[in-house]
């Protein structure tokens, strides 16, 4: 296999007292599309910055295409980053705009301008090219600002929450418009996101960040799936948490001790360790046929229709702190007040070290 | 935040040092030179505090700071009652559209030179000038009144300025207001009275405090107003320290009245500044 | 009883409007008198006061001598003003809140005491009296302001916008040529502007440090010393015209990036 197009190697910083990175490495293959997902100073936009130049990291490498970029400047290095505002220069017009980076390589009037054309044609925009800024939607302006970044052939496109300012409708449209204009310039993008929706529809390598720390990354599916720690399994999706005790391991199963008695999966784990079962919503049955894990009995204490499914929660009568989060289909009849009874299958159950 | 990129060190300070320098140069350099001057002895230059102490001891010099304090005062209080009916008007009576006009016209002599509009009043309030012609042609009083060259001259040139910028301060606080204080006011049951009194006015003491502020410090320390209408009957502080420099050349003396003047200014400000402060909290 | 209320604000407004343009209007009538002196009655409209003051070398060159002192001394404002508010915004800097206090501070003297101390200052150092010492005192007093208003209007967005620039790779020369000052130009005309009518209007600083060759408002000054005169009112409604030029420019930029 090749050498990694972009290669963080234990990369840590610190603004001042405040460790944001703690020891992060992280490999990015060409024409990959990478989201770097994470709650509100979990490090994702620091490391951003760091990979675009802006922040030098306090310690740790950075190499792109195998050279040391660590401490180049922005300018000197194959990255382009879309900023969040997008930062498009007010009194330029887009054409303007999308041809600045051509002008500072010194590229001709002709070129630079047949060249913008094709990279706003590239993102819908052809007919724009003598507005201004401030006379387009912010979608349009997300597209100028992509434009503007494309143009001049980065090796790697990094994107810092570029869909922040749009709304619900316009920002799931954008989504998809990304991606395809991602497949078609074949450019690797690095995008910071704490939207997992956006994350799991987009990426084909999923980065989980927390606390300055890497807790899991992988393609979208298998960290939804199979996610490594128990921040993973609740920040990508909703779960139910089931706190046990592992037991002696038997045919590549562990036996854990619940509050529900001893539930046996396919797993691994060291005997006596303190573990966490996650439950996806989707996996925890209500009614119909049993799953061949029983959970007791509960009651709905609240039912949200959600268009598609309905998303129930459940009370265990067992323990009433104890709450399920399942989904049931939208013609489903459950409603407030009904007790139901909780099952689930082994093997969709996810064990996580706690 | 750590800007990686840059030249170092060097450029910021290249960008910030040329402003810095001018302000050290002739703002804190001259501050100083003022005050070393105001220690020495007008002739000979040996060290002393009698400019100081003449200040304290020479009663006409005591008058001119309280004259000064007492036109202050006055100045201030009467720009405020008479700006801020006239702000409000102009905020909540006057068409949203016309707004706009209606400030800009109020406030449109603030442009005329400082030295101008002193002179514009002493056209209007002189001996033979337009209020006592219009009086005695309309047999209210026999005899022109004397209004110039009086300190009610100087503290209606003063009110004319201050009217127009605390009109500019105390309309902008007002727009400021968000309306829904004054819906929430009146759902709550207060009449427009009690709304006033309650809401609006507690929530615009911010900048009718930083008006007067202005007002102080701008009154204070000026010297064309009393000296074209109040004439020499009556000296305020700013005309003292302009007569030891044109008529003696006492510089020292001059310094010295010059830092009595800005210690009190300074009194003044950390008095505003607590009070906008227990505003805020 | 709010009718009552309506009309009362009606006099009232009135009433503050007609003290606020009493002095201006008669100012302006007594300018076209035709007589010798600015009184009752009105005997014009005549022209010659204005003949007058425009024949007057004295005040003619009074005139241009304010306009170079306010526009050279204005440019040094907006100059240092904007090097300094960019050095600040952009960078971290070792008691940067202090340092930029001590910038705004002279905003918080009156003009006689920084006029005092020029005055003391120049005096020890043997320099004379004239209208570059005027100019460098205007630049004291109108520094601070541009300053605040480019300061103010450096957000985090015009930041971004000029990482964005250097992320395309234009050197720092480019990005202040071509970036930061095209997109600072409105808080830099208002700055500009500000300090154009405060230095065209300033008496005491001149008056203190210019001797021979000085500003109009000192001329001016010296006419009154001839009691009641036409002439002055011609001269006083022509600076005001200029003001009013200077603030309608002013208004204007500061639409124009509101529309923008």
Known sequence: MSAPL????NVSHRFGQLA???????????????ILLGPSGSGKTTLLSILGGFVTPSEGKVFIRGADCTAVPPAKRPTTTVFQDYALFPHMSVGKNVGFGLRMQGVDGATRAAKAREALALVGLAA?????????????RQRVALARALVIEPAVLLLDEPLGALDLKLRRQMQDELKAIQKRVGT?????????????????????????????????????ARPKTRFSATFMGESTILAGKAGEMRDGRVAVATKFGPISLPATSPVGATVALAIRPEHLILAGAKGDVALGTARVSDVVFQGSFKRVLATSARDPAFQFIAKAPAPATVQAGDTVAVSCNAQDIILLAD | MSVAGTNGRALPWALVTPALAWTLLFFVLPFIAMGLSSLTAHEGGALTLANYSQF??????????????????????ISIVLAYPFAWILAEQVPERWQRLALMLAVLPFWTSYVVRSYSWLLVLAQNGVINRALTSAGLIAEPLQLANTRLATVTGFVHFFVMLLTLTIFANLKQLSPSYRKAAADLGAGPVRTFLHVVLPLTLPGIMVGAFLTVVLCIGDYITPQILGGNNELVMPQLVMMQIGRRGDFPLASALSIILMAVVTVAYLACARWLKIERA | MRAAVRLAAWLYAIAVYGFIFLPVVVLILFSLQATSFPIPPFTGPSLRWYQAVLSDARLTSALVNSLLVAVLSSLACVTLGFLSAWGFARFALPGSALLRGLITLPLTVSYLIIGMGLLVLFNWAGVPKSLIAAGVGHVVINLPLCFAIIYSQMGDH???????????????????????????????FAGFFLSMTFSWDEFVISFLLTRFETTLPVEIWNLLRSGLNPKTNAVGSLVFAVSIVLVVLFELTLLRRKTA
């Open chain 1, 6 to 9: 972009v290669d963080i190697r």
């Open chain 1, 20 to 34: 944001v990175l703690k020891n992060v490495s992280l490999a990015i293959e060409p024409g990959s599309y990478t």
């Open chain 1, 128 to 140: 724009s090219f003598d507005k201004k800024p401030h006379q387009l939607s912010g979608g349009q």
């Open chain 1, 188 to 224: 690797a993008f690095v995008h910071v996101t704490h939207d997992q929706e956006e994350a799991m529809a987009l990426a084909d390598h999923c980065v989980v960040m927390n606390d300055g720390r890497i807790e899991d990354e992988g393609p979208p599916e298998r960290v939804y």
């Open chain 2, 56 to 77: 304290f001891t020479n009663p006409s010099y005591w008058r001119a700071m309280v004259n000064s304090l007492e036109v202050t005062a006055t100045v201030t209080v």
């Open chain 3, 158 to 188: 015009q930041i971004n916008i000029e990482r964005a620039a250097r992320d395309l790779g234009a050197p720092e020369w480019k990005v202040l040529l071509m970036i930061t000052v095209p997109v600072m130009a409105p808080a830099i």
